[in-house]
């Protein structure tokens, strides 16, 4: 079963809660079918597109999407990017963690 969103209450109470930045997500009342639509096409597009414009509305975006990449969400709109957009990114850092230095992610880690 995919993680959820933080599009609703009942999904945000599945953020762990030393997310503080949950708190003050703009998604928190807004209908949780918006940021998990099912499909690509129809109806389901517009209303990731309609999720998209709650997100850019939220003062915790970033957090969000950070996240997002960092706890491995697939599925799912976060931080206003979609799965497609989410995967994208991801590829994107581990393209740079591969071309890292061996020991630059370790120091930074540290
Ligand atoms: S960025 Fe979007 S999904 Fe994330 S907390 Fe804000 S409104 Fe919710």
Redesign the pocket.
């Known amino acids: 079963m995919p993680a959820p ?3 609703t209450r009942r999904r ?1 109470d599945e953020v762990p809660l030393r997310q503080e ?2 708190q ?5 009342d ?1 209908d949780p079918d918006l ?1 998990f639509p099912v499909g690509s096409t129809g109806p389901a597009e517009r209303d990731q597109e309609e ?2 414009r ?2 850019e ?5 970033r ?3 950070t996240y ?1 990449l960092r706890s491995g969400q697939t599925s ?5 990017k979609d799965e497609g957009e989410l995967a994208k990114l991801r590829r994107k850092r581990r393209g740079a963690a591969d071309r890292e230095p061996v020991g630059q992610e370790i120091r930074r880690a540290g």
Request: proline residues 6%.
């Open positions: 969103a933080p599009g945000m930045w949950i003050r997500a703009a998604c928190a807004e940021f999720a998209k709650v997100c509305r939220c003062p915790v975006a957090q969000c999407l997002a799912g709109v976060w931080g206003g």
